[in-house]
T-cell receptor, first 112, second 114 residues
Framework: GNSVTQMEGPVTLSEEAFLTINCTYT??????LFWYVQYPGEGLQLLLK?????DKGSNKGFEATYRKETTSFHLEKGSVQVSDSAVYFC???????????FGAGTRLTVKP | DAGVIQSPRHEVTEMGQEVTLRCKPI?????LFWYRQTMMRGLELLIY????????DSGMPEDRFSAKMPNASFSTLKIQPSEPRDSAVYFC????????????FGQGTRLTVV
């Protein structure tokens, strides 16, 4: 079936460290890929997206590149801040049926 | 627009009682999703609707769960009877257009079944 697998957390980093959160997907066709972020007590909000192979999504210093050959969409940030502490979700959506499925989420804690 | 509105924000109920969660999607959005979030299972897709029609309810855990979307501006998720293992945060999300567009989430309903 169609699914998303994220690296297990939690992830704890010091401020200004480099961040990578791995995401791989299984899907037929050409899904759109997303990263969402959830801050404590809130719903999810879109961080970035990519809709076709080799597209790079970026926002707030975060980046992810749609790699069809490796079915991956890893999230990266060069220098994290304490305010980036949150839960990050990778997601895919397929044009065939318009669903949207999420990975399990990765909790990131950034310490000063 | 006020965004996706869910009610109630918190619900505490006794085992065996009926629970109804409500969602008002963003006006003009044609897809609506219900998710359940727990520590053990993460964010599970329960059911989703396109143009008010249920498309896939394979994520609904049991017959105790049901969802309706009587019109484009309202949806409900009902649990009858509720059980302690149903305790979770339930999210509603909506979006406009095709699979490459952003889904907007409500703030969730935290359900506790005692």
């Amino acid at each position: 079936g169609n699914s998303v697998t994220q690296m297990e957390g939690p992830v704890t980093l010091s401020e200004e460290a480099f961040l990578t959160i791995n995401c791989t997907y299984t899907a037929t066709g050409y899904p759109s890929l997303f990263w969402y972020v959830q801050y404590p007590g809130e719903g999810l909000q879109l961080l970035l997206k990519a809709t076709k192979a080799d597209d790079k999504g970026s926002n707030k210093g975060f980046e992810a590149t749609y790699r069809k050959e490796t079915t991956s969409f890893h999230l990266e940030k060069g220098s994290v801040q304490v305010s980036d502490s949150a839960v990050y979700f990778c997601a895919l959506s397929r044009v065939e049926n318009n669903d949207m499925r999420f990975g399990a989420g990765t909790r990131l804690t950034v310490k000063p | 627009d006020a965004g996706v509105i869910q009610s109630p924000r918190h619900e505490v109920t006794e085992m065996g009682q009926e629970v109804t969660l409500r969602c008002k999607p963003i006006s003009g959005h044609n897809s609506l999703f219900w998710y359940r979030q727990t520590m053990m299972r993460g964010l599970e897709l329960l059911i989703y609707f396109n143009n008010n029609v249920p498309i896939d309810d394979s994520g609904m855990p049991e017959d105790r769960f049901s969802a309706k979307m009587p019109n484009a501006s309202f949806s409900t998720l009902k649990i009858q009877p509720s059980e302690p293992r149903d305790s979770a945060v339930y999210f509603c999300a909506s979006r406009q257009g095709q699979s490459n567009t952003e889904a907007f989430f409500g703030q969730g309903t935290r359900l506790t079944v005692v």
